[in-house]
Nanobody
Framework: QVQLVESGGALVQAGGSLRLSCAAS????????MGWYRQAPGKQRELVAG???????NYEATVKGRFTISRDNHWKTVYLQMNSLKPEDTAVYYC?????????WGQGTQVTVSS
């Protein structure tokens, strides 16, 4: 059974930092990419950052230079380092893993940035 467990969400002041983690287990098929999405109230879920099996990364325009996605060597954990947080970064952040068979989602972790 595939499980993605996110952690690290919190309430933080603007300008602060957080590090999100997503621990993946039970994945049998080759991982093609891992990523972080977010969904703010009343908005669609959007890709924040992604990393491919070739270690290429991509970022949503408003987080470039502030957020960094990384992974461990065994593709068991993906991280999102978030610096210089802004109130508009407030959202539920979801971990996503794409394999050759399917893609999987975590339950989400709340990030709230106060002004």
């Amino acid at each position: 059974q595939v499980q993605l467990v996110e952690s690290g969400g919190a309430l933080v002041q603007a300008g602060g930092s957080l590090r999100l983690s997503c621990a993946a287990s039970g994945i049998s098929f080759r991982i093609k990419a891992m990523g972080w999405y977010r969904q703010a109230p009343g908005k669609q879920r959007e890709l924040v950052a992604g990393i491919t099996s070739g270690d290429s990364t991509n970022y949503e325009a408003t987080v470039k230079g502030r957020f960094t996605i990384s992974r461990d060597n065994h593709w068991k954990t993906v991280y999102l380092q978030m610096n210089s947080l802004k109130p508009e970064d407030t959202a539920v952040y979801y971990c996503n893993v794409v394999t050759t068979l399917n893609d999987y989602w975590g339950q989400g972790t709340q990030v709230t940035v106060s002004s």
